[in-house]
Every structure is written in C-alpha cells, then in structure tokens.
C-alpha cells in the first residue's frame, strides 16, 4: 500500500515501558508502576451513581454531537466563573472523548499542511504526533534547566515564521511540572497578538497544581478571546480516565463550524451516560477533587524528598501535574554499555521492576533525563525508593 500520513506516526517508547511492566507482572514479579499517568484513585462516588442512574433511566439514546444542553451550560459555567474565559455561549463548547480527542480536534480544524505548531520540548509526546497528522510541522523551543524549565518568550517570539499558525502552551505541564506564571502568559499572549497567532492551550492539568500557585488560563488575557482554543479533561480532575471525557472551547466561528463536523463525522457524540457523570462532576460537590489533589501533593512530597536521596538522580521539583522529571547523573555507570534515558529506564525495569518513561520519548531535549509518575499509592512510592536506595547508593 502507499505512504500515509499515519504510517509516519509514532507511538512507540512509552507502549514499549508498559508491555514490558504488564509482562513482568503478569509473571508474577514485584513490580512499581512508575510510568502510569493515572492515579490510583477510584471516580468520586457522586459521579460514578449518576452514570449508573442514568443508564438505569434509559438515558442510553444518541446524545447531540456537541454534547448534552446540560452538560455544554455546566461546562459554560466553570469556564467564564473559574478560568475567567469569555466564552460567548454555549454554540462554542464542544463535549470531546478526553482532552486527547480536543487536542485532536483543534490541530486538526487549524492546520493545513505545512502550518507550523511552538511548542515546548519535552512535551507528551502525542502533541507532536497531533500536530503532523494535518500535515503541521512541529517548531520546538528548548525548556532549559537554568531557566528552571519556563518558557523564553524570546525564544518563542525567535521561532515565529510566516508560516507560524499557533503556540500550544501546557500548564501546569507533563513531563517537567512546571506551572507557566500569569507573568510569562501575558508575555506570550502579547506574541501571539502581535504576530496574529492562535494558542491552543492544554489545561488537562488545571488543578493539579501544588504550593499554593494559581492557575491561570491564557484565554483570558487582554487580546486573547478569540484567538485561543482552550481544552480541557476530567481524567486528571475527577479521576475519570477511562470514562473518557473531555471538552474544548473557542470564540471563533470558523473553527467551531470545522469542529462540528468533526464531531459529526467522528465520535458523533460521547458516549451519553459518561455526559451524565460530567453533568454531576461539575454541578456537584468538589470537596473529593479537593482531597485527591492534597493527596497527590502529598505524594509529590514523600516522592521528590525520596528522590533527592538517589544519588543519580537530579530531580526538578514539580509545582504541578503528577511527575518527577530527574536528570540521571554523568556519575552513572550505565547499562549494557549505554548511559542514555533508555538505559536508565531499561535498567530501572530489569534491576528492580520500577517503571518510569525514558526522557528522550518527550522530544531532543528530555535525553538524559527520566520521568516518574507519582500516581500510586504513598506505600509502594516509599518502598520504589528504598528498592532504589539499594540499587544506588550502596
Ligand atoms: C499534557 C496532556 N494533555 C492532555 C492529556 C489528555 O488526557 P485525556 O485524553 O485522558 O483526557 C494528557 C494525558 O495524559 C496530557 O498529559
């Protein structure tokens, strides 16, 4: 068959770590899941009874493609009152299958091909791929450790080109953690004015954010109403991932005209009693996200202190998001004659069955570095570090 566009894609390093983790497991062996991007907790109990109510009440029939009229005004709602965002109604609110599926869609109404993306690098990986399927071209700009791994605005304006179409900013953001301050936003937004840019901006991790720090939504800055795409989950929020919710918002038109018929001629819908669980997620008691997200703060805590005493691991203090990103030390011997974030992550697994995510896999950049997910329970972090005690410091 000839050439596509998908057979360019890549999905590989991190389906690589999780097979091999689900292999050793399912032979039996101790193992840490330190690769996994979703917690340990179960879905709050409120949202979990709605979906059943609503499947038990027959509410099981095509819901309109966008999403449900009760659904698109909750989500209106939490948008204008928590993110400031100056959606006009509820015409530019789109319900999508997780904030992959949002993703998806805004590269996918902005580009054509040879539209060129700004985005960080590291970045999950998947953005680049999203970028390239319309046929976009990833433009990179370097996080660097001396900058504390916040984005240069003179770097991003240095990228821009005629062909530049959009910046995509995740914050707080995975792999690194990093939380972009009000500060730096209004900075980039004023690039994206000046040069008449869009921003697709990535809020997955909107609350998970720790130390006090605020969240704050680039949509919302002076000049930025109609030239953002904002897109957001539950998975992270309510821990819903596999329910697969999600929804993105957008002022301008055009888009939303190219998203509807994406929607259409997609998922046409979401899945309605998943809707029914956003509906109560969002108009119901938020006292669970709450406590979920003090505990993950609380396992960022055990884990980076824990970390710090590894002596080959130089870890960034994540502000937001549930990784550690850990420079691995020139110091280290290595594994089958190789010392780079494969190896590091290679032998983590053979040595001591401890999942992480080689760096390389978020783009140039992360070589040299891995990343730990502290998405499991406070027990197996604690055990994780001292198997990783024995494996380095003696
Ligand atoms: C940066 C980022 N954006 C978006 C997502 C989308 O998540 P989901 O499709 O589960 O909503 C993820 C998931 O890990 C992510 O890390």
């Known amino acids: 068959m000839a050439e596509h566009v998908l057979d360019q894609v890549t999905l590989g390093a991190l389906v690589i770590v999780r097979d091999k983790m689900m292999a050793q497991q399912a032979a039996g062996r101790k193992v840490y899941r330190l690769e996994v991007g979703d917690t340990s907790f179960d879905t709050p109990s409120h949202i979990r009874k709605a979906i059943i109510d609503a499947l038990e009440s027959g509410k099981t029939h095509y819901p309109p493609s966008t999403g449900l009229p009760a659904l698109l005004a909750a989500m209106l709602k939490k948008m204008r009152e928590e993110n400031h965002l100056p959606i006009r109604d509820t015409d530019h609110v789109m319900v999508t299958i997780g904030g992959m599926h949002g993703l998806y869609m805004s590269f996918s109404a902005l580009l054509n091909p040879g539209d060129e993306v700004i985005l960080p690098n590291p970045m999950w990986s998947e953005i680049h791929e999203l970028i390239r399927r319309p046929g976009g071209v990833p433009v990179p700009i370097t996080l660097r450790p001396e900058r504390n791994f916040l984005y240069d605005p003179a770097?991003?304006?240095?990228?821009?080109?005629?062909?530049?179409?959009?910046?995509?900013?995740?914050?707080?953001?995975?792999?690194?953690?990093?939380?972009?301050?009000?500060?730096?936003?209004?900075?980039?937004?004023?690039?994206?004015?000046?040069?008449?840019?869009?921003?697709?901006?990535?809020?997955?991790?909107?609350?998970?954010?720790?130390?006090?720090?605020?969240?704050?939504?680039?949509?919302?800055?002076?000049?930025?109403?109609d030239r953002t795409i904002t897109c957001f989950t539950f998975s992270k929020t309510y821990a819903m991932t596999g329910l697969r919710l999600g929804y993105l918002a957008s002022n301008d038109d055009v888009l939303v005209d190219r998203f509807r018929k994406l929607l259409r001629l997609t998922s046409n819908g979401v899945p309605s009693i998943t809707q029914w669980g956003g509906i109560a997620a969002l108009t119901g008691p938020q006292e669970t996200t709450r406590q979920m997200m003090a505990e993950l703060e609380r396992r960022r805590d055990i884990f980076y202190d824990g970390l710090k005493s590894i002596k080959v691991f130089d870890a960034f203090k994540p502000q937001g998001a549930f990784y550690a990103w850990a420079k691995i030390s020139d110091a280290w011997g290595g594994y089958n004659g190789a010392k780079d974030s494969w190896a590091m992550t290679n032998y983590l697994i053979d040595q001591a069955g401890i999942g992480t995510s080689p760096g390389v896999a978020f783009g140039s950049a992360g070589e040299g570095y891995v990343r730990f997910a502290f998405t499991v329970a406070p027990e197996v972090l604690i055990e994780s570090i001292e198997v990783m005690q024995d494996l380095f410091n003696k």
């Open 155 to 225: 770097e991003i304006e240095k990228a821009v080109t005629p062909r530049t179409k959009a910046i995509y900013i995740n914050t707080p953001h995975n792999p690194v953690g990093v939380v972009v301050s009000e500060a730096t936003l209004k900075q980039i937004a004023d690039i994206a004015v000046r040069h008449n840019l869009y921003v697709v901006s990535d809020e997955a991790y909107e609350h998970v954010i720790f130390d006090g720090l605020k969240h704050v939504s680039i949509g919302s800055l002076p000049g930025m109403a």
